[in-house]
C-alpha cells in the first residue's frame, strides 16, 4: 500500500472508530453531557405500528442492534478499566453480571425504529410498503439491497482512497508553489 493510501485508509478508519467510540462511557458520570433533547414521537396508530414492525422484520433490521447490549457492556468496561487496572478482574466478573441483567434491552431499539417508521409515514404508506415487500421486486429488494450497500461502501471506501491521492497531490503543488517541498 502506498503511503497516500495509507493516509486516506487512516483518514476513512478514523473517521469511522470516532463515529462509533463510546465517548460518554469514557467520561466521569459527573461530567457527562445530558442527552439531546429528542422530539416527542408523534402519536401512531395501532396499525401503522405494527405495519413498521412487520417492515422492520422483513429488512431484518434486527441484525444491526442484535448485539447492542453486550457490545455497550464490553466498550464501557473496556472504558473503565482503562482508568482502573488494578480492577480489571472484578470488572470483567461485573460485565457478565451486568450482560446478563440488561440483556433483551436492545428490544427498545426495535421499538424506537418502529415508532420513528409509524411517524415518518402514514399508516396507508407503511401498508403499501409492506405489500411492496411482498412483492417479487420487493422481495428482491430485501434481499439484494444488503449486497449493493455493501459494493457501495466498497466502492465509496476505493473512491476515498483514491481521492485522498488527489487532495495529497494538490497539496504538495500548492507548497511547491511556496517554496516548500513536502
Do not use: C
Request: proline share 6%.
Amino acid at each position: 500500500m502506498t503511503y497516500r493510501a495509507k493516509i486516506a485508509a487512516a483518514v476513512l478508519v478514523a473517521g469511522l472508530a470516532f463515529a462509533a467510540a463510546p465517548l460518554h462511557a469514557q467520561q466521569p458520570a459527573a461530567k457527562q453531557p445530558a442527552p439531546a433533547a429528542q422530539p416527542a414521537p408523534k402519536p401512531v396508530s395501532p396499525a401503522a405500528l405494527a405495519a413498521a414492525k412487520e417492515i422492520l422484520a422483513m429488512k431484518k433490521a434486527s441484525a444491526m442492534y442484535a448485539s447492542a447490549v453486550p457490545n455497550i457492556v464490553e466498550q464501557t468496561k473496556n472504558a473503565l478499566v482503562q482508568n482502573n487496572l488494578n480492577y480489571q478482574k472484578d470488572l470483567g466478573e461485573v460485565a457478565i453480571i451486568v450482560a446478563k441483567n440488561l440483556a433483551g434491552r436492545e428490544q427498545e431499539i426495535g421499538e424506537g425504529m418502529a415508532q420513528i417508521y409509524a411517524g415518518e409515514f402514514t399508516e396507508q404508506e407503511l401498508k403499501d410498503l409492506v405489500t411492496f415487500y411482498k412483492s417479487p421486486l420487493g422481495a428482491k429488494l430485501l434481499a439484494v439491497e444488503p449486497r449493493a450497500i455493501q459494493f457501495s461502501m466498497n466502492y465509496m471506501n476505493q473512491w476515498a482512497q483514491v481521492f485522498a491521492q488527489t487532495v495529497n497531490e494538490q497539496f504538495r503543488a500548492e507548497m511547491k508553489k511556496r517554496g516548500k517541498d513536502i
